[in-house]
């Protein structure tokens, strides 16, 4: 077995589970398994997965306690058998031309331990907005300006390098494979509830410079507006933090250069914890005391580490 294919799910509609697993069976290309990891979802949820997953070949159901996306996702690379491991959610799609590039990628992706494809974000209703055009495969490999280049995108998605037409190369785990033994020795960070996939990218980055890049969309990325990262939520301002002190280490290590990325990453978590607590019906609060906490809340760590630096310069 090449590849192994890991789906987490967590009460997902069945029609989402359905196409996400119906667009990984639109080529000849079958040398994959696909693991549905059904992270304790309801009763009725489960048993629809057990249900519709004898329709799809090469493909298991594993029903865990509910424990999050991070626990989850290491579980299925702890039953993965394939030589190299993806990722997918259960409410997107792949493309056909990532399974085309899959079959050739067969035969060359043994000289690297990641190989990263892109992402294209579509508005839910036109999931079927991709390429038409299938292309040859282009294998490039990422030299030293280029794992620079792609450490740095790791934090504000900002390099022109990783980015071509509408796809990009994303900070999420899916629209790349890795090395099973390598994804074996850097899990996903349980503690975190938002980023833990943005610093199982970074552990990669630290562990490896046998990396290449395929310039095809590979990924639907369909639009979720109650995703974790995006519905309202109470607790986001512990979220964000317990992300951003997280990242931290790896600017630091760094020496600086990704300081301007790791500023661009916190005025993305402040834009999130505005618009996904402050502005929703959860904060009740009158307009004058929610500018007074916010105020609060970036005058203490770790946002004091650089905002102050950056407003005392007028940026």
Known sequence: ?????????????????????????????????????????????????????????????????????????????????GTYICFADADDMVTRQFLLDLAELKKYACDYDVVYGLVHYVKKGTEQEENPHIDSLELKKIDAKGYRELYRHMFDLGSPLYRKDNGYVSRGPVARIVKRELAEKHLFKPELVLGEDELWNLDLLEATDKLAVVYHEWYLYIENLMSTSRKPNPDFIRQHRDLLVSKLPYMQKHEGSLEGAFVNRIFESLHAIINGYYLTPLKKEGFLRKIREFNKMVSNYPYTLITYKYANRGG
């Not at 789906?7 to 290309?29: A, G, H, M, Q, T």
């Not at 040398?31 to 997953?53: H, N, P, W, Y």
């Open 1 to 81: 077995m090449f590849y192994s294919i890991i789906i987490p799910v967590y009460n997902n509609e069945v029609s989402d589970v359905r196409r996400c697993l119906d667009s990984f069976y639109r080529s000849s290309f079958n040398d994959f398994e696909i693991l549905v990891m059904d992270d304790g979802s309801k009763k009725e949820c489960a048993r629809t997965l057990d249900q519709i997953i004898i329709e799809y070949p090469h493909a298991s159901v594993y029903h865990l306690a509910h424990g999050g996306a991070a626990k989850t996702r290491n579980e299925g690379i702890h039953r993965a058998k």
